[in-house]
């Protein structure tokens, strides 16, 4: 399967993390920033409100060009933690207020967890993804991870939120695990080859040029 696919974020972390969890046969590429609305209530809303921003922003490509209505994709990810009433949800990236970094989230997700025992830390991260063309959306793809938040940030590997969130099973913050066993066992992993697997069954429909 040759196909190419661009990725619609201006977060190199999450680039990186597609192109290298791609294989054989499919390249991402990424995409000059474009400011999109991010009003939508649920993760599955911002992503699809991402992908057709994008899609629609790329309409006047020449003819020919291999931006002119390309296959891409839109992610809309973040973290939930129970003890919070789902925040900071679809607002992860912005926690701490806007242009909020890593380090200023992390703090004051700690902060807000400074009294809740650690049986109580429970937490998702959750991811879904948009595909799309020619401004409409194709299809949606969503997963998530179930975890445990620490009392204090432990590894150096990974962005967002990876120093604090804890997985059980593997005694590791995401932030411990290396890039291969992050993705996986992230949401994202899930998420992008539940995509994966779709255009793969696609193309063995004969479908693929409808894409």
């Known amino acids: 399967m040759a196909v190419r696919l661009y990725c619609a974020t201006s977060n190199a972390g999450k680039l990186l993390e597609f192109q290298q969890a791609a294989g054989d046969g499919i390249a991402i590429h990424g995409l000059p920033p474009v400011p999109c609305p991010e009003s939508g209530a649920t993760f599955e809303e911002n992503a699809v409100l991402k992908a057709v921003c994008y899609s629609e922003a790329l309409r006047g490509a020449p003819e020919g060009s291999p931006l002119a209505s390309p296959l891409l994709f839109a992610d809309d990810s973040g973290l939930v933690v129970d003890a919070l009433e789902g925040a900071p949800g679809i ?7 806007p242009g909020a970094d890593d380090a200023a989230n992390n703090s004051l997700l700690l902060e807000k967890l400074s009294h ?8 998702s991260f959750v991811c879904c993804i948009a595909l799309s063309r020619g401004g409409g959306v194709i299809q949606t793809f969503q997963a998530e991870v179930k975890g445990m938040i620490l009392d204090e940030q432990r590894g150096s590997g990974g962005f967002g939120y990876d120093p604090l969130f804890y997985l059980p099973e593997l005694g590791r913050a995401f932030a411990e695990l290396t890039p291969e066993q992050k993705w996986m066992h992230s949401h994202r992993g899930h998420a992008f080859e539940q995509l994966l697997s779709w255009l793969r069954q696609t193309e063995e429909g004969g479908s693929t040029a409808g894409l």
């Open 91 to 97: 607002h992860s990236a912005r926690f701490a207020g």
């Open 116 to 123: 809740v025992p650690g049986p109580r830390r429970t937490a």
